[in-house]
């Protein structure tokens, strides 16, 4: 039972019938008498296993099949291919079995109850769950304090800061101690004290309490506080699974070397000559850049090629910015940036002679 993951996907798809639709009046005329469908694939044979205790941020672009992926795990959607296993568990199948496991915390929505103290909430979480009283008591009180709850407990949700909501919502979401967190855009709109103290709580459970945590979100803050692992998803597969380390290796492997010199270059041909991306970046020719791919050269080496022909007063290596990255993520121009996928595109084109 150990052994097993806690999410085991398989070939998980899910597809969507889409209506097509001409434009115009006659398109929407034909389009009324034979209507056109058209099959979506929102989550294309992904392969996903995730052990208890990971923290996993879950990204890609607008559209990407994220939603989608966090639907078929929570039950709320059946997959149309593939096997799925949460904890034991066919998720649609035990749907109620599966919400027991599980907490769901939304930025952009909230599971509390607008007109009523946030207590009350909490109280009707711990009915609905049937957690045992002494739990709920030791829960509400560690989370209270933790998330400094106290203050706002007995105002309606209605009435609280975006930022206590966020907090109250987390609360919720953990009272009936669940195995399994998932986090949709958590500190979206918070401001950067509240982001800090979310995180910082985030971690807590994974490290203390061993809970496993999947997170979707922009904001490279959380994925560097709280996640040991980055899956991202482009189109419906996964086109990334590793730690934020492998992420810059795989997709950042870009390195730009700024020479400063004493003198104008002579001649710019002898510096570059088998040197890759070479070229001056200021008009008085005394900085000189050199792009390279850091698996095909060293820093070392490129200096090496570049000190014979100048007089260098000073240099500096610029590391990729992760921000950069992410934000490419969401943008979806990750996978033209991955040499990988170039290659593999080169080959198949190869292969199918093209
Ligand atoms: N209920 C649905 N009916 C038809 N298409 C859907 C439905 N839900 C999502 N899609 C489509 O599936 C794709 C993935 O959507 P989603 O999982 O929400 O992406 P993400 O959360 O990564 O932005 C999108 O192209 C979206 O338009
Ligand atoms: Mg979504």
């Known amino acids: 039972m150990s ?111 607008w007109d009523i103290p946030v207590i009350e909430s909490f109280n009707l979480a711990r009915d609905m769950y049937e957690i045992p009283v002494k739990r709920y008591k030791q829960n509400l009180a560690e989370f209270t304090e933790l998330l400094g709850l106290a203050e706002f407990m007995n105002v309606p949700a209605g009435k609280v800061s975006l930022g206590q909501r966020m907090r109250a919502d987390l609360c919720m979401a953990l009272l009936h101690d669940p195995k399994m967190l998932y986090l949709d855009e958590p500190t979206i709109g918070l401001d950067i004290a509240v982001k800090d103290s979310i995180r910082k709580f985030i971690r807590r459970l994974v490290d203390e309490r061993g809970t496993t945590v999947m997170l979707t979100t922009h904001d490279l803050g959380d994925i560097e506080d709280i996640c040991n692992r980055i899956v991202i998803i482009d189109s419906g597969r996964i086109i990334h699974d590793g730690d934020l380390g492998a992420l810059k290796d795989n997709y950042a492997r870009d390195r730009v070397i700024h020479f400063q010199l004493a003198r104008p270059p002579e001649s710019m041909a002898a510096i570059c000559a ?38 260098v007063i000073d240099f500096h290596i610029d590391e990729p910015e992760v921000e950069d990255l992410i934000r490419k993520v969401y943008l979806g121009q990750l996978s033209l940036t991955a040499p990988e996928s170039t290659a593999e595109a080169t080959e198949s084109a190869v292969a199918t002679g093209a």
């Open 274 to 311: 088998g040197l890759p991306a070479c070229e001056t970046t200021s008009d008085d020719g005394l900085r000189l850049s050199v792009r390279f791919d850091r698996f095909q050269y060293a820093a070392g080496e490129i200096a090496a090629a570049v000190m014979p022909h100048v007089e």
């Open 3 to 113: 052994s097993m993951p806690l999410i085991e996907a398989r070939g998980l798809t899910k597809k969507f019938r889409q209506a097509v639709k001409e434009p115009g009046l006659v398109g929407s005329l034909k389009h009324f008498f034979t209507r056109q469908y058209r099959d979506k694939m929102a989550v294309d044979h992904i392969d996903l296993s995730v052990e208890a205790g990971e923290s996993v941020a879950y990204l890609g672009p607008n559209g990407a099949g994220k939603s989608t992926t966090i639907k078929m795990l929570t039950g709320i959607l059946v997959p149309t291919e593939g096997s799925l296993i949460v904890d034991g568990l066919v998720p649609y199948e035990k749907r109620q079995q599966n919400a027991r496991n599980i907490g769901v915390v939304f930025g952009q929505r909230t599971t509390l109850w």
